[in-house]
C-alpha cells in the first residue's frame, strides 16, 4: 500500500521548509558515526552526526540490538575530546540509548571521572547520566558523591542531583529518603533554581505523611523561601493542605499566607496564590475579593500571557461565583477586541456568564464577528456558556437559537457540531416556546450532516417531540429523505421515527404506513426488519395489530428490566428452538461477582467498549470448546462476521467465520442446501493452503448430513506462529456425497454419488487479528498509555478518489474501532485526523492516531502514529499499513 514518504506541510513557514533533517535516512546516518573512531577527531563533525542520530530517536525511529551497540561504543570514544560541545552532546547521547546492565560499566568510570572533575558542565551532566543509566548497585556507591552535589556551592551541580534525585525516587525510594538533611539544607540555598528542586523532591520525599507534608508547609510559609519558583510550589502545597483540612470558614490555615501572596514583587506568585484562592472548596465572597482585586488588575496588563491567565481564571470563577466576577466586566469587554483570539474567546464567554439581560443582544453581534477566526475547543467554549445564558434569561431564546443555528451550518468538527446540537436539544427540553423553532433549525441541519451519531440523536429526540408539535406533518419529509439519501444507520433510526409520529398522530397514520411499506424493499435487514415489525406493531400490514396503548408503550417505553438479565437470558436460550419469552427474564438486578468485573491485566484511561455482543462471542466459543478437536486451543481471541463463498440463489449457500486464537485459526463453513430433492452426506471442505505457507492443517470435522434447507456446519483447523498476525489466501472446494430424495415419500435413495463444489477464494488477513475495542476518551486513553512504545511514521497513499476514500481503505486494513466520529471526513476538506482504537492478538490494547492530507492533485500523504503496549505490536501495525 505504501512506501514511506516525507510530506511537506503546505502551513508551515518557508523557513521550516529548509530542515537540516530533511531526507536523512538511518542507514547513511550510522554509516557517517564512523566519523567517532578517526584518530584525529573533528568535534564539529561529531557534533552534527549526533544530532541526526537523536533526531532519529526521537522521531521514534528504532535501532536494533547491535546498531545500537556499535553506536554506543563509538560515542564512549568521545570522552577523549575535550570541547565541551561535544561533551554535552555525548551525555544526551548515552542518555537517550540508555545502555544495557553489560554496557554501563563501560561509560561507569569515565562519568565518574567526571563527576568529580573541576569543570562543574561536566559534573551536572555526568550526575544526570550516571543517575538515568545507574542500577540500585552502583547507586550505593556513588551515594556518597550525590549527596555531596545536593550541597555544592555550584548551582548547575546541586540541581543536577536534586532533579536526578526526583527520578530516583521512582525507583530507588528507600536510598533517596536518606538524603532527607542534605535535600533540608538545599532548600535554603539562595539559588532560585535550587531552592525549587529541593522543595520539590522533599514534598515528594514526604507525600505519602500528610502531618510531615503541613510540618513542612508551616515551617517555610515563615518567610524562608524565597525563590519565585519555589514560592508557587509552596503554594499549591499550600492549597493542598487547605483542602485536606475539610475546613469550609474564613478561619482555613493558612488563608493569610495565600492572600499575603497576592502582595508579592514576582506576578507569577501572585497569579499563583489568586488561583489557589480561586479554587478552595467553599471559598466565601470574603475570601475570594482580594484575589478577584488583583487578577483584575491583570486584565489591563500590556503581557498577553497575565491577560490569558486572569480572564481564564475567573471565568472558571464565573460558573461558581458569577456575582463576584461582575465588576470586572467592564475590563472584559474591552478585551473582546484582542489580538489573542484565545483571550477575546474567554473575555467574551465570561461575560454571557455573568451579564445581564440587556447586553445579551451586544454581546452576540460581538461574538459573531470573531467566531469563524477561532478553533474549535474555543468556540465549544462560547457554545456552552451560550446554552446557560439562555438557560438564565429565556425570553432571549430567539436570538440564542438563531445564532445556534448559523454556526450549526458552517464547517466544524464532531465534537464542535456534536455542543452545538446537545445545546439546542437543552433549550427545546426547558424553554418550551423554543421547541418549533429548535426542530425546525435541527431539521434543516440533517438534511446536509456527515455524522452518523448526531443524524441518529436528532431523529431519536425528534420522534419524541415531533409529534407533539401544532404541525407534525412537517418534519415527515426531513425523516423520509433520511431513508433515501443516508446510511443504513440512519436510515434505521429514520424508520423508528417514522413509527412514532404513526403511532402518535392518527391522521399521519396512512401516510406513514407508505413510507413504512416502501422501507420493506431497503438493501439493509435492520431497515427491513424494523418497517415490517412496526407496520405489524402498528397495523400498516393488513393485520388487527396492537392497541394504540400497547403500540405506544413498545415504541416509547423503555426496557424496564436490566440488560445483563436480558443478555442471560438469551445465552441459555440458544440452543432452543421453541419461542423465546422475554416476560421470562428477571427484572431483579442481580449482582456480578469480583472476578467478572476485573479485567484482566493493565487497562489504559478511557478502554470502555467490548467488540461485539458477548452473547454471540459466548456461543461461538462454547460451540468450540465442545468440539474434541478444538478444545485445547485455549481462549478464542475473536470470530469474525461470516464470509460469503457463493453466490446468491445458488445450489448451495455457503459463508464461513474465521475464528482467531493465538496459535491456531479454525474455519467454520456454515452451509446450506437449498436443493429439496437432494440429502448431502459426510459435507467437507478441501481447503488449498498453498497461498498460506505458515499455516498447517492439524485438524477437520466433517458434517454428516445436510438435509434441505437445515443449516449445518463443517470445519477446518489450522496452526500458525503463536501470537503473530498471520495472513494467507485459502482456496475451498465443497466436497460430499448426495443421494436423491423421494419427492413423493421424502426418503433418501439408497445409492450416493460423490460430488464437489468450487467455493470462492477466502484470505486471512491482518484485520482478522484486532478487535473493534472503543473508548470513551480518546485524549485521556492516548496519554494513559504513554510514549514508551510510540511508534511513528509517514506513508505515501498514491492518487485516491477522495480523502475520505483513503481514511476508510486505510481503517478497513487495520480493522480498528473509529473513536469519536474521526471515521468522517468534512467535505472538501484537504487534511484530516483519524482516531482509532483496538486490542490486538495476546490482549494488546493499541491507539492509533492517524493524519491524512492532501500532496497535488489527489495525492494522498498520511501520518501513522501508534501507541500500544508493546514495541513489537507498535511495529506490526507500522507493517500492516505498509504492506497493505
Known amino acids: 500500500m505504501a512506501q514511506p514518504f516525507v510530506k511537506k506541510d503546505d502551513d508551515r513557514d518557508d523557513e521550516a521548509d529548509y530542515s537540516p533533517f530533511l531526507g536523512i535516512e538511518k542507514g547513511a546516518v550510522l554509516q557517517e558515526a564512523r566519523v567517532f573512531n578517526d584518530p ?37 570514544k568521545l570522552f577523549q575530546s575535550k570541547d565541551a560541545a561535544l561533551r554535552r552532546m555525548v551525555y544526551l547521547m548515552i542518555k537517550e540509548l540508555s545502555p544495557s546492565a553489560d554496557e554501563v560499566i563501560i561509560v561507569t568510570s569515565s562519568l565518574m571521572k567526571d563527576m568529580n572533575s573541576k569543570t562543574d558542565m561536566y559534573r551536572a551532566n555526568a550526575i544526570r547520566v550516571l543517575c538515568r543509566i545507574t542500577d540500585g548497585t552502583l547507586l550505593g556507591q556513588i551515594e556518597r558523591y550525590l549527596k555531596q552535589a ?48 529541593a522543595l520539590a523532591l522533599l514534598h515528594q520525599i514526604r507525600q505519602n505523611d500528610r502531618l510531615a507534608v503541613s510540618k513542612l508547609v508551616t515551617s517555610l510559609t515563615r518567610g524562608t523561601v524565597r525563590s519565585p519558583l519555589a514560592q508557587c510550589l509552596l503554594i499549591r502545597y499550600t492549597a493542598q493542605v487547605i483542602r485536606e483540612s475539610n475546613t469550609q470558614t474564613g478561619d482555613r490555615p493558612f488563608y493569610d499566607y495565600l492572600e499575603g501572596c497576592l502582595r508579592h514583587k514576582a506576578e507569577m506568585v501572585i497569579f499563583e496564590a489568586a488561583r489557589a484562592i480561586t479554587e478552595l472548596s467553599g471559598v466565601t465572597s470574603r475570601e475570594l475579593t482580594p484575589a478577584i482585586t488583583v487578577l483584575q488588575l491583570f486584565l489591563s496588563s500590556s503581557k498577553p500571557v497575565l491577560r490569558f491567565a486572569a480572564v481564564r481564571t475567573l471565568n472558571k470563577v464565573a460558573m461558581t461565583h458569577p456575582l463576584a466576577v461582575t465588576n470586572c466586566n467592564i475590563d472584559m469587554e474591552s478585551l473582546i477586541s484582542d489580538q489573542n483570539r484565545s483571550i477575546a474567546t474567554l ?12 447586553s445579551v443582544d451586544r454581546l452576540m453581534k460581538q461574538i459573531t464577528n470573531f467566531m469563524s477566526d477561532i478553533a474549535d475547543e474555543f468556540k465549544i467554549v462560547v457554545v456552552e456558556a451560550i446554552r446557560s445564558l439562555c438557560l438564565k434569561f429565556p425570553l432571549k431564546y430567539r436570538t440564542l437559537m438563531n445564532f445556534l443555528s448559523n454556526i450549526l451550518r458552517e464547517e466544524g468538527g464532531f465534537e464542535y457540531k456534536k455542543a452545538i446540537v446537545d445545546s439546542i436539544l437543552i433549550l427545546i427540553r426547558d424553554i418550551p416556546d423554543a421547541k418549533e423553532s429548535g426542530l425546525s433549525h435541527l431539521c434543516e441541519f440533517i438534511e446536509d450532516c456527515e455524522f452518523t451519531y ?55 397514520k396512512p401516510r406513514v404506513f ?21 407496520l405489524n406493531c402498528l397495523g400498516g400490514d393488513g393485520s388487527y395489530g396492537e392497541t394504540d396503548k400497547d403500540a405506544k408503550e413498545f415504541l416509547f417505553g423503555s426496557l424496564d428490566l436490566p440488560l445483563s438479565n436480558l443478555e442471560m437470558s438469551l ?14 427474564v428477571p427484572k431483579e438486578v442481580k449482582s456480578q461477582p469480583l472476578a467478572e468485573k476485573k479485567a484482566p491485566g493493565k487497562k489504559p484511561a478511557g478502554i470502555t467498549a467490548a467488540p461485539a455482543p458477548t452473547s454471540t462471542v459466548d456461543t461461538y466459543e462454547k460451540l468450540l470448546s465442545s468440539i474434541h478437536e478444538f478444545s485445547s486451543f485455549g481462549k478464542l481471541f475473536k470470530s469474525s462476521a461470516p464470509v460469503e463463498l457463493t453466490e446468491a440463489e445458488t445450489e448451495y449457500a455457503v459463508n464461513v467465520v474465521k475464528h482467531i486464537y493465538d496459535s491456531h485459526v479454525v474455519l467454520q463453513y456454515n452451509c446450506t442446501n437449498t436443493v429439496p430433492e437432494l440429502l448431502l452426506e459426510n459435507v467437507t471442505v478441501f481447503v488449498d493452503a498453498s497461498e498460506a505457507e505458515e499455516f498447517a492443517q492439524v485438524a477437520f470435522k466433517p458434517l454428516n448430513s445436510l438435509p434441505y434447507d437445515s443449516p449445518g456446519q463443517t470445519f477446518v483447523a489450522f496452526e500458525k506462529p503463536e ?16 443421494r436423491e430424495v423421494d419427492p413423493a415419500s421424502g426418503e433418501p435413495g439408497e445409492e450416493g454419488i460423490e460430488d464437489e463444489y468450487q467455493l470462492e477464494d477466502l484470505e486471512v488477513v491482518p484485520a482478522d487479528y484486532i478487535l473493534k475495542v472503543g473508548v470513551s476518551n480518546f485524549r485521556n486513553a492516548w496519554e494513559g498509555m504513554g510514549p514508551d512504545f510510540e511508534r511513528v511514521d509517514e506513508y505515501g497513499l498514491g492518487v485516491r478518489e477522495s480523502l475520505a476514500e483513503a481514511v476508510n481503505a486505510v481503517i478497513n486494513i487495520l480493522g480498528m474501532q473509529p473513536c469519536e466520529g474521526t471515521e468522517v471526513v468534512p467535505g472538501n476538506s484537504r487534511s484530516h485526523t483519524c482516531l482509532l482504537s483496538g486490542l490486538f492478538i495476546g490482549n494488546v490494547k493499541v491507539l492509533v492516531r492517524l493524519s491524512f492530507g492532501m500532496d497535488g492533485p ?10 500500544s503496549e508493546s514495541q513489537e505490536v507498535s511495529d506490526a501495525i507500522h507493517e500492516i499499513v505498509a504492506n497493505g
Open 571 to 584: 445465552q441459555n436460550y440458544v440452543p432452543s428452538e421453541e419461542p423465546f419469552d422475554i416476560t421470562s
Open 454 to 508: 448526531l443524524s441518529t440523536q436528532i431523529l431519536h429526540f425528534l420522534g419524541n417531540e415531533g409529534p407533539k408539535t401544532s404541525d407534525p406533518s412537517k418534519y415527515i419529509r426531513y425523516i423520509y429523505n433520511r431513508v433515501i439519501l443516508e446510511n443504513a444507520t440512519v436510515r434505521a433510526s429514520a424508520v423508528s421515527t417514522l413509527a412514532k409520529f404513526g403511532a402518535m398522530v392518527e391522521s399521519l
Open 858 to 867: 489527489k495525492q494522498i500523504a498520511m501520518k501513522l502514529a501508534v501507541r
Open 723 to 738: 501470537g503473530q498476525p498471520t495472513v494467507g489466501k485459502f482456496s475451498n472446494m465443497l466436497k460430499f456425497i448426495y
Open 514 to 534: 407508505v413510507l413504512l411499506r416502501r422501507c420493506l424493499y431497503d438493501n439493509d435487514d435492520e431497515v427491513r426488519d424494523r418497517a415490517t415489525l412496526y
Open 40 to 76: 584525529q577527531l573533528d568535534s564539529r563533525r561529531c557534533s552534527q552526526v549526533i544530532t541526526k542520530l537523536l533526531y532519529l530517536l526521537n522521531q521514534g525511529e528504532t535501532f536494533t540490538k547491535i546498531e545500537a551497540t556499535e553506536v554506543f561504543f563509538a560515542v564512549t
Open 347 to 358: 473575555a467574551i464567554t465570561t461575560l454571557l456568564k455573568t451579564g445581564n439581560e440587556s
Open 150 to 197: 545536593i550541597v555544592d556551592k555550584n548551582p548547575v551541580v546541586a540541581s543536577a542531583a536534586l532533579v536526578s534525585g526526583v527520578h530516583l525516587l521512582q525507583t530507588n525510594p528507600d536510598i533517596v529518603k536518606r538524603w532527607s538533611n542534605e535535600v533540608q539544607e538545599a532548600v535554603q540555598s539562595r539559588a532560585a533554581l535550587v531552592q525549587f528542586h
